[in-house]
Every structure is written in C-alpha cells, then in structure tokens.
C-alpha cells in the first residue's frame, strides 16, 4: 500500500486527503491546527504533530499550502518534511508558488536525493474532494509517470508542461489571466448599476453571452447582487498574492503585464480594505474609485 502524507488542510487541501482516502492509500496528514483535520479523521487518515513525522516513511509527500513562506517553513524550517522524508521519495508541491521559490526549493529536494514534481493545481475545493482537479505538472516525464496512480487519485486531468518549473509558470499565467477576468466583469458590472440597468438582466445577458465562462458565470451573480461569500474558496488576499507571483514573472522574463499590473492594483486595494474575504468584492473598489 501506497504511503503518502499530505500537509496542509485548508478548503482544497482537505478535498485532496479525502480523494486519496477513497484511493485507499496509507494517509498521514498534517496542518497548523489539528480542528481542521477532523472530517479527514474521521475518514481513515493519520494525524502528525509536525510535518516532518508527517514525512517520516513516506513514499510521497504532497503539499497544498497558501505561499512562499508557508511552503518554506513547512518543508524548510525546523521540524520541516525535508529533514525526515526518505531518499527517493516524491515531493509533490501542489500550492501556487512564485517561480524562484519552486526553484530554490527543488534544488534543495533534489539534492537530498528526492524526485520534485511541481504540480499546482486549478479547480474549486469541491472538485478536489470529487477527485476532478486538473493538475499542471512540472517534472522529468518518467518521474511524473512513477506517481501518476497518486496524482491520478485526486484529478481528472494532468498536464504536463515540461521541466520543473513550467508547471508553476502556466499555474501563475492563467491565475493572472483570472485576476484580469474578474477585474474586468467587476467593472462592467459597476458601469451597468451606475447606467441603471436592470440587474437581473444584466445578470442573464452575461451569463449567456460570449465574454461568458464558469469563472465568469461564478462570478457575476454574486458581484450584481451583493451576495459575497461568507467563507470564500477563494480570497482577495490569495489572488493579490498569486498575481504578486506572477507580475515577477513576467519581468524576470522582459514582458510588461500591462492589463495584469492593472488589476493587481485592484487586488492589492481589496486586499487592503477586504482581507481574506471573497474576491468578488473587488467591485466595491472600482465602485468606489467612480463615486
């Protein structure tokens, strides 16, 4: 039986454990605070009190965690998976990390003896807990097909991008792609409010027109009519910082973002005034930059 551990139990990390439960792997999990760990308990995993027992005899040791810092002291720090986990063994990053730390920490992995797979994911916390995330390998094709039976237990789709890293690239583009989205969807349905169109119309216009897709259809309801999430799967304060990640990319390789930089600003506002609330509030800040 496959031995895997998984740090981190946030929305989409918690799908992910119990995806693997039902794959009927050995699961051993850990997470800064053990109450959210309780459904994953419940169905069959193991509890670690750090993530380096955690890693401890593992075969494959997954990640879902929400930044840099949060993935350096996980694997990095004291009492990190790194310390631990056994030579050979697969290191599985699933968070959206900037690309230089996706570097520094495979170097790292690799030079332990360790097979790194970057692997960020797009999906909605209920897909991973169907198991129908899509994951954006970065990784030697031969060491990707050695986990795929893994991967494959929480995904519908892999694909794969290249070497280390490329993964992460794709993961940062199309992140920064949504910031864009949304930015763009919140703006236009401030200008129809500040039009006076009728909303519910306005709300079934977008919904079935071209500029439509499932963020977008997610998304416009919950923006027209003011009903933001109380626990979002997603926040303003992960998308500023995915799309942070990315703008970093894009000048390392000498592209201006122009629309990218644009709606980060909006971001790095909803941010400031709506910490860790639903990202679809980012309409307020364009609201409130046209009163």
């Not at 977008?206 to 963020?215: C, L, V």
């Amino acid at each position: 039986m496959r031995k895997i551990a998984l740090l981190g139990l946030g929305k989409m990390g918690q799908g992910i454990a119990l995806s693997i439960l039902r794959s009927g792997a050995n699961l051993t999990v850990w997470n800064r605070s053990i109450e959210k760990a309780g459904p994953v308990l419940d169905a069959g995993a193991k509890w670690a009190d750090t993530p380096a027992k955690a890693a401890e005899n593992a075969d494959f040791v997954i990640a879902m965690l929400s930044d840099d810092t949060a993935s350096a002291t996980v694997w990095l720090g004291e009492n990190g998976a790194l310390q631990s986990i056994k030579p050979g063994a697969f290191v599985i990053e699933c968070s959206t990390l900037s690309l230089d730390y996706v570097q520094k920490l495979s170097e790292a992995a690799i030079a332990k003896g360790l097979v790194y797979i970057d692997c960020p994911v797009t999906g909605i916390p209920s897909a991973a807990a169907e198991g129908k995330l899509t994951l954006l390998a970065g990784a030697e094709k031969h060491q990707l097909e050695a986990c795929l039976p893994v991967l494959q237990s929480f995904s519908k789709s892999i694909k794969h991008f290249g070497a280390i890293g490329r993964g992460t690239c794709y993961k940062l583009m199309i992140n920064l792609m949504g910031a864009v989205q949304i930015a763009a969807l919140a703006e236009g349905i401030a200008l129809c409010e500040k039009l006076g169109l009728d909303t519910e119309t306005v709300i079934e216009s977008i919904e079935t027109s071209a500029a439509a897709s499932p963020q977008v259809i997610r998304y416009t309801r919950r923006m027209a009519e003011k009903k933001f999430l109380q626990d979002p799967s997603f926040t303003t304060t992960l998308r500023h910082k995915d799309a942070l990640y990315a703008l970093a990319l894009a000048k390392d390789a000498g592209f201006a973002a122009k629309l990218g930089t644009v709606a980060t600003q909006w971001f790095a506002e909803a941010g400031q005034h709506y910490k860790n609330m639903d990202e679809a509030i980012v309409i307020d800040i364009i609201k409130a930059g046209n009163e």
